[in-house]
């Protein structure tokens, strides 16, 4: 059987795969340090900025973060244990609570405003907006297609 050749573009889009996972351990890596001294980890600080300001089941959560249903329920089930954040009863959906931030959770948050501002300050200093509108704008284009392409059996 012949496999298909890769066309340029398709070169490209590897390249951006292996430059994104790097990206992503980096900005992983950051976060983790960023949340740390509010006793947050970089999983548990993105499923609480997922209800930062709206509440969404596990779900939605999952659905809006890129994360799979079962790892944001055990991280909501944490944050719920240690006051951070809180089930409320879902008028659309009985049976799949909503997640919100408790004061704690709010105050957590608080806590790691200046650091993340002053992080994405110092990463995004030299570049100019309109090449980071670019590239924002290729991401979601790139999200998209992932997200409505078929992998081939």
Request: glycine share 6%.
């Amino acid at each position: 059987m012949n496999e298909p050749q890769k066309t340029e573009e398709a070169k490209l889009l590897t390249e951006i795969v292996l430059l994104t996972f790097r990206l992503e351990g980096g900005f992983l890596a950051a976060a983790d340090r960023i949340s740390a001294p509010a006793g947050l980890t970089a999983a548990r600080w993105k499923v609480l900025g997922a209800v930062l300001y709206e509440k969404r089941s596990v779900a939605e959560i999952g659905r809006v973060m890129g994360l799979k249903r079962q790892s944001v329920q055990r991280l909501a089930d944490i944050l719920v244990a240690e006051g951070i954040a809180a089930y409320e009863d879902n008028p659309a959906h009985r049976s799949a609570k909503l997640l919100v931030l408790t004061a704690e959770g709010r105050a957590r948050i608080a806590k790691l405003s200046g650091r993340q501002t002053s992080w994405a300050n110092r990463v995004s200093a030299g570049l100019d907006a309109k090449s980071l509108t670019a590239a924002r704008d290729v991401l979601k284009e790139l999200i998209a297609r992932v997200e409505s392409c078929e992998v081939p059996a």
